[in-house]
């Protein structure tokens, strides 16, 4: 079946530095999303790439789609505080579910 | 609005107990889906209901069943509980039932002793 894979599983950044995050599919993915979990918290929702090669920003968030859609990135400018966290990539081939990956959990230094 | 609702929000039953959790989606969406999410691991997909009909069911025994009811509230059921069992139970609901973004809840962490 279907398997996504994230590295790095955790990744510890000094404030104000940037960091990417990755996302591997075994199969090609028909749209990919990114949540953000809080410690204690539950999966929020942050985006969804659809098209090859997409590029999409969110202040200082930029989401990658690959151009062969099997792949993804997450990178984050300047860290913040605010940017700890678990982020999770979800996978979609079409059909009912999302296969998850197993996350990168962010911890930061001020 | 109120968001995607669950209870309970804890509970711990021991070995060989089945349980009940219950979800309340967004109103006005129509899918439910379950996800199972191991300390440490991502959510892993169990059922998703959309229209009161099953939609998919994720790689879990019969164990585990579900249902969506008229007002697409919906109800996780597990019979026969394993320690293996303990996980935060995530409900998610959206608007239709193709996949697009979901809202989770605040899930109901099980603990099985």
């Known amino acids: 079946g279907q398997q996504v894979m994230q590295i790095p599983q955790y990744q510890h950044v000094q404030e104000g530095e940037d960091f990417t995050t990755y996302c591997n599919s075994s199969?090609?993915?028909?749209?990919i999303q990114w949540y953000k979990q809080r410690p204690g918290g539950h999966p929020v929702f942050l985006i969804q790439?659809?098209?090859?090669?997409e590029v999409k920003k969110q202040k200082r968030l930029t989401f990658q789609f690959g151009e062969a859609k099997k792949n993804s990135s997450l990178h984050i400018t300047a860290t913040q505080t605010t940017d700890v966290g678990t982020y999770f990539c979800a996978g979609n081939s079409g059909d009912y579910k999302l296969s998850f990956g197993a996350g990168t959990t962010v911890t930061v230094r001020a | 609005d109120a968001g995607v609702t669950q209870s309970p929000t804890h509970l711990i039953k021991t070995r060989g107990q089945h349980v009940t959790l219950r979800c309340s989606p967004i109103?006005?969406?129509?899918?439910v889906s379950w996800y199972q999410q191991v300390l440490g691991q991502g959510p892993q997909f169990i059922f998703q209901?959309?229209?009161?009909?099953?939609?998919g069911r994720g790689n879990f025994p019969d164990r585990f069943s579900a249902r969506q009811f008229p007002n697409y509230s919906s109800e996780l059921n597990v019979n026969a509980l394993l320690l293996g069992d303990s996980a935060l139970y995530l409900c998610a609901s959206s608007p239709g039932g193709q996949t697009g973004e979901l809202f989770f809840g605040e899930g109901s962490r099980l603990t099985v002793l």
């Open positions: 209901y959309y229209e009161k009909e099953e939609r």
């Open positions: 109103s006005g969406h129509k899918s």
């Open positions: 199969t090609t993915l028909s749209n």
């Open positions: 790439l659809v098209k090859s090669g």
